[in-house]
């Protein structure tokens, strides 16, 4: 009896104890996720970062572009790297994109060496103090009689004269550049005008006081709260100390460029003040992705002078969509008669691709990569407006030549 009972006593204590130590870890377990709902992912990924102290120029990154228009290690020949620091995803993306503010810089100076190309500053009547954008013309983009070509490139980081930062990089300049484009255009005697469309801002660094957090609008007492933000952020601090050394970066803010703050108020702003004020009777357009949608937009918003002055429009996987757009019947039927859209697609290059929107023809770029399309359709684009600028001036020239003709047989006959 003795034995049972104190079997019993112990099971009891057993069970006590078990329930203490269950609690234990569960009130472990809840600081645990508390603790782990404080961490920023991103905060521990910045975990002993180099500084952002990168390179200024492609020579300082030793790297160079061969005869090939490839980027190339100076020393070892290599393509670019882009993991140079194992288990530093951050500071790799950050040595990216520096080295694709040089990438940028270069392709300026080979519009203007190469290409002989001129900056026009936007807007046309800047101030000294106001901030800027610009575009790329020929000589003689506005006084070039017979053929203009305008090229948009599309959304994200790319500026003027180039289709996509990673092809630069990655591939070659031919590829990722509407130079190929330009000097082609230059030989057939077009006149060209390379638009800016995602320089729509500068950056400039917030002040001390622009950093500053808003009042809580909450009814916690100011002092109550503050002391309460304190002690969070010293948690916080003393916690990510413990695994990295931290970089502050600087905080901007992003003022407009007057009448250039998007892309589709770009492309308007630009046809308003040089691309309609051209001499030329026929223009043509090279629109990539987004520059497809900037396009459309001009459209719906000057219908009427882009059908009586451009010739044809060559799109290059446009993600434009004339339902979301609203663009009406006319410029859908404009738009059969005068665009082609080559898309992304395994079928070989020009073959037929099928569509549900009512809009323009599609064929395939011979590529599956978007950022490609533009490049793998070059020669078909250039015979595209061949056959346009001919067709369209063979429709014109008819009627004067069978008068002509007719008029001199009848003075013929007369006498």
């Not at 396009?295 to 044809?312: D, G, H, N, P």
């Not at 533009?374 to 001036?393: C, G, L, P, R, V």
């Not at 009627?399 to 047989?409: K, Y």
Request: proline content about 4%; hydrophobic content about 35%.
């Amino acid at each position: 009896m003795l034995g049972n009972h104190l079997h019993s006593i112990l099971f009891i204590v057993w069970i006590n104890m078990a329930q203490l130590e269950g609690k234990e870890e569960q009130e472990k377990t809840t600081a645990l996720k508390d603790l782990l709902s404080r961490i920023d992912l991103d905060e521990l990924m910045k975990k002993d970062e180099p500084p952002f102290n990168f390179p200024n120029n492609l020579e300082e990154f030793e790297y160079a572009f061969n005869e090939k228009g490839q980027l190339r290690h100076i020393k070892t020949g290599d393509p670019f790297v882009f993991n140079y620091r194992e288990d530093l995803h951050r500071w790799n993306q950050k040595r990216y994109e520096a080295l694709g503010e040089i990438i940028t810089k270069h392709v300026y100076e080979l519009l203007e060496k190469e290409c002989n190309m001129k900056k026009e500053i936007l807007p046309v009547d800047a101030t000294d103090d106001e901030p800027k954008s610009f575009i790329y013309v020929t000589e003689d983009a506005l006084s070039n009689p017979d053929k203009l070509l305008v090229l948009i490139h599309g959304s994200g980081v790319v500026r003027a004269g180039q289709w996509a930062r990673r092809l630069i990089i990655n591939e070659d300049l031919d590829s990722g550049t509407q130079i190929p484009f330009i000097k082609r255009a230059v030989e057939e005697g077009y006149g060209v005008i390379v638009l800016n469309p995602n320089e729509n801002y500068i950056e400039v660094e917030k002040t001390k006081k622009q950093t500053e957090p808003s009042p809580d609008s909450s009814d916690e007492p100011a002092e109550k709260r503050e002391r309460k933000d304190e002690k969070e952020t010293k948690k916080r601090r003393d916690f990510y100390e413990k695994y990295r050394n931290p970089q502050q970066e600087r905080e901007t803010e992003q003022i407009p460029i007057r009448e250039n703050s998007s892309p589709e108020e770009h492309a308007v702003y630009v046809w308003d003040n040089f691309i309609s004020k051209s001499s030329a009777k026929n223009i043509f357009f090279v629109a990539h992705s987004y520059g497809g949608l900037s396009f459309v937009e001009l459209m719906i918003q000057r219908e009427a002078e882009v059908k009586s002055k451009v010739c044809a429009v060559a799109l290059t996987d446009s993600v434009h969509n004339v339902w979301h757009q609203e663009a009406g019947k006319s410029i859908l039927e404009w738009m059969q008669e005068h665009c082609c859209n080559w898309v992304s697609s395994a079928e070989p290059l020009d073959t037929a691709v099928e569509t549900m929107l009512p809009d323009c023809t599609r064929v395939s770029a011979g590529t599956e990569r978007h950022e490609l399309t533009s490049w793998k359709s070059f020669h078909s684009i250039f015979k595209y407006f061949t056959d346009a600028f001919e067709a369209q001036n063979c429709e014109a020239k008819p009627t004067t030549t069978v008068t002509t003709r007719s008029a001199n047989r009848i003075k013929h006959e007369e006498l």
